[in-house]
């Protein structure tokens, strides 16, 4: 997990953008890189460092003396960079994984770099010898990228948007700073002049659809067909290879434990990879909640069973209400369940960095929108429907779920590691018949609960456990984390600034108290970029005014049962 920025064409002085480059420091505190390229006086790259492999070579951008016109600033982790390495002979000049970016280019251009590398990325690559840039993010978005590109050629690239809206232009930036669309890659011409034309926005990759790097994975062929025993096989060999992949690291790991089946499930398999290549360290399990909240005895109860090294941060409400502008300011966004479930997340990745010494963090995301494991796909009217609707909820997972697991730990400078979002997990779960995949006996997430029962990897109540909302789970039954937030923001809004809402704010127009406070916060920090959410996470289905599961008539919490 870094921050990667970048200038093509800029008509300011160099030293003074690249103060915005600071802005994203916290991405990568180990170290720091500004450099120019050759032959492009306006031209440069800056690179903030968190050191996870390779702590000799593993500065950027990447250069190696066989191709000395490539130029690579990636943010991610590429898996299977050693099987590449075989299939192809390549020979690397250093450790780092994204290496295998230059030589896979040099190989074969870019669109089967894209689509050959199993792993989480967004980079800028720039090939001077045939004057292109290159622009490329995963899938699902896991690793951030946003552009700026002017009119007249200026483009800027960071991981975060609160590292380009500040650089200065002879034109306007105004409401141009986008996210770099996941799954797809981006060829650009560079001119003499350092400017930039976008000459074609591909889509390299569906989330449907088995990448094309499976032919080289270490799981080779599963057995096909949809009877349940092979299906549920298939399921636990694939999500267990994409735990075992994801150990790559020489930092310490561990593991986000909220009690729910996604994270323990996570852990549970986690800590028993480790054991099997015998790494020395005991696994850091880390939850967070209220006094007694759902999530904590949940949590406390799976580390006990996977006998983990567990850490508990308890959350009091003034400590939650003060870190909400510093979150809006971290996410980017003033999506309301987003806000309310990064709160949690932002303060145990606090608690992490200033307490422990585990930098490389494993958690559950992404399950939810694969597995279809919300509440509201209770109500779905067909399993047709509701594969249509786990589909777009992993397309949209960049705006919601992926940015909110990003921001907060990068906050903190820690890398995230999400199995449930392997290409070739998500690309056979969309693969089994709609039917299969739906909720079962009143129970969300049913197939992947089943494909795990008879491992003994959880007690059968978390297995069996319902779904919890990350920002309900943390706070007590009674009150729920949302509730108390809205009797917080009641004070601070007055009833004739929500009246005007639509006035003021004419697009996603605030209709609660809440969503018009997180709103003034993000305005406050980005004026005029509310384009970057285009619309409100909400269930479907069902007459929702307000996204938490709680919500839902659905929803029992576990004292009544």
Same mark, same amino acid.
């Given at each position: ?8 064409g800029?008509?300011?002085?160099l ?14 505190p ?14 440069c ?8 492999? *390779? ?8 250069r ?5 016109y490539l ?10 960079f050693?099987?590449l390495?075989?299939?192809f002979g390549f *020979? ?13 280019y ?15 990325? =967004?980079?800028?690559?720039?090939d ?9 993010r995963?899938?699902y978005g ?7 590109l ?21 034109t ?11 799954g797809h ?11 930039v034309?976008?000459?074609?926005l591909?889509?390299f ?19 096909s067909g949809?009877?349940?025993?092979t ?13 075992r992949?994801?150990l790559?690291?020489?930092? @310490? ?8 089946l ?15 290549i ?10 967070i ?5 759902p999530?904590l ?9 996977i ?6 941060v308890?959350?009091n ?11 809006i ?13 990064s ?11 200033k ?12 399950s ?6 919300y ?16 589909? @777009?909820l992993?397309?949209?997972l960049y ?7 990003? @921001?907060?730990?990068?906050a903190h400078?820690l ?25 079962k ?13 008879d491992?003994?990897?959880l ?8 779904k919890e ?11 729920s ?8 923001i009641?004070?601070?809004?007055d009833?004739l600034?929500?009246e ?9 127009p ?8 997180? @709103?003034?916060i ?5 004026p005029?970029?509310?384009s970057w959410?285009?619309?409100y996470?909400m269930?479907?289905?069902?007459? =929702?005014? *307000? ?14 049962e």
């Open positions: 997990m870094c921050g990667i920025w970048a200038l093509f800029s008509d300011e002085c030293s003074v953008q690249c103060l915005s480059a600071m802005k994203i420091a916290h991405r990568g180990d170290a720091f890189r500004f450099e120019n390229v050759n032959g492009f006086t306006n031209c790259f800056g690179f903030h460092r968190l050191a996870v492999v *390779d702590q000799l070579y593993g500065m950027q951008p990447i190696v003396k066989k191709f000395p130029w690579l600033c990636y943010n991610g982790e590429i898996y299977n050693k099987q390495q075989k299939q *020979d690397y000049q250093t450790l780092v994984d994204g290496e295998v970016i230059l030589h896979l040099n190989r074969g251009g870019i669109e089967q770099t894209a689509s050959m590398l199993d792993g989480v990325f =967004a980079f800028i690559l720039l001077t010898a045939n004057r292109k840039v290159f622009l490329a995963d899938t896991v690793r951030p990228l946003f552009k700026v002017t009119d007249d050629g200026f483009l800027g690239v960071c991981s975060e948007a609160k590292g380009l809206i500040n650089l200065k232009h002879s306007s930036l105004c409401s141009k700073v986008e996210p770099f669309l996941p890659y981006e060829v650009l011409d560079l001119k003499p002049s350092g400017k034309a976008s000459v074609e591909v889509k990759h569906s989330c449907k659809d088995e990448p094309l790097h499976a032919a080289c994975d270490t799981v080779e062929a599963l057995p949809f009877d349940l025993e299906v549920k096989s298939n399921i636990r060999i694939l999500f267990e290879n994409a735990v992949k994801r790559m690291a020489h930092r @310490r790991i561990g593991c986000l434990l909220s009690g729910g996604d994270s323990s499930l996570v852990a549970a398999v986690l800590l028993k990879l480790m054991k099997e015998n790494i020395n360290y005991p696994l850091q399990t880390f939850a909640g209220m006094e007694n909240s999530d005895l949940a949590a406390r109860k799976v580390a006990a069973h006998g983990s090294e567990h850490h508990e308890i959350l409400t003034e400590e939650g209400i003060q870190a909400i502008e510093e979150v300011f971290s996410l980017e966004t003033y999506d309301i369940t987003t806000i309310r479930a709160i949690g997340m932002y303060l145990v990745s606090k608690y992490i960095r307490k422990t010494d585990s930098v490389v963090i494993f958690s559950g995301e992404g939810d929108e694969l597995t279809q494991g509440i509201y796909f209770h109500k779905a009217p067909s399993p047709e429907e509701a594969a249509e609707e786990s589909e @777009r992993l397309k949209e705006l919601f779920d992926v940015l909110r697991a990003d @921001r907060t730990t990068a400078g890398e995230l590691r999400v199995p449930f979002l392997d290409h070739r997990f998500t690309s056979y779960y969309l693969s089994l018949p709609a039917e299969l995949r739906i909720p006996n009143g129970i969300e997430k049913y197939l992947l609960r089943l494909s795990f029962e491992s003994n990897l007690p059968k109540e978390i297995l069996w456990r319902p909302a990350f920002s309900d789970g943390i706070a007590s039954v009674k009150k984390w949302f509730s108390i937030l809205q009797d917080y009641d004070q601070q809004v009833d600034l929500l005007k809402a639509a006035e003021k704010y004419p697009f996603n605030p209709k609660t108290k809440e969503s018009y406070y997180y @709103r003034q993000f305005e406050k920090h980005y005029g970029r509310s959410l285009p619309h996470w269930p479907r289905w069902v007459k =929702a005014t *307000d996204p938490s599961a709680r919500t839902l008539k659905h929803y029992k919490s576990a004292t009544q």
